[in-house]
Nanobody
Framework: QVQLVESGGGLVQPGGSLRLSCAAS????????MGWYRQAPGKQREVLAT???????RYVDSVKGRFTISRDNAKNTVYLQMNSLEPEDTAVYSC?????????WGQGTQVTVSS
């Protein structure tokens, strides 16, 4: 079992920045890939970025150059640095952990971009 807890969401003005954290616990050695997703009201959940154990990161085109995923293996934590935020980025952001046999999700954290 893997437990994930996100934090760092909140209200930010357009053009602002936030850093989300996802702390993993439990069977963390089984995790192969971690990722950040978001779901806006009335829309399907979409993947934003993923990062492997080796640190290889991939991004969806809509956040390339604005969002950065990183991981601190010593703290068992994955981060999502979000810059130049836009109202369209408003959503519930969730992280997941993929062990190649099972996928675990955190509870999500709300990000609201508004003036």
């Amino acid at each position: 079992q893997v437990q994930l807890v996100e934090s760092g969401g909140g209200l930010v003005q357009p053009g602002g920045s936030l850093r989300l954290s996802c702390a993993a616990s439990g069977s963390i050695l089984s995790i192969a890939v971690m990722g950040w997703y978001r779901q806006a009201p009335g829309k399907q959940r979409e993947v934003l970025a993923t990062i492997t154990n080796g640190g290889s990161a991939r991004y969806v085109d809509s956040v390339k150059g604005r969002f950065t995923i990183s991981r601190d293996n010593a703290k068992n934590t994955v981060y999502l640095q979000m810059n130049s935020l836009e109202p369209e980025d408003t959503a519930v952001y969730s992280c997941n952990a993929n062990t190649m046999t099972q996928v675990y999700w955190g509870q999500g954290t709300q990000v609201t971009v508004s003036s």
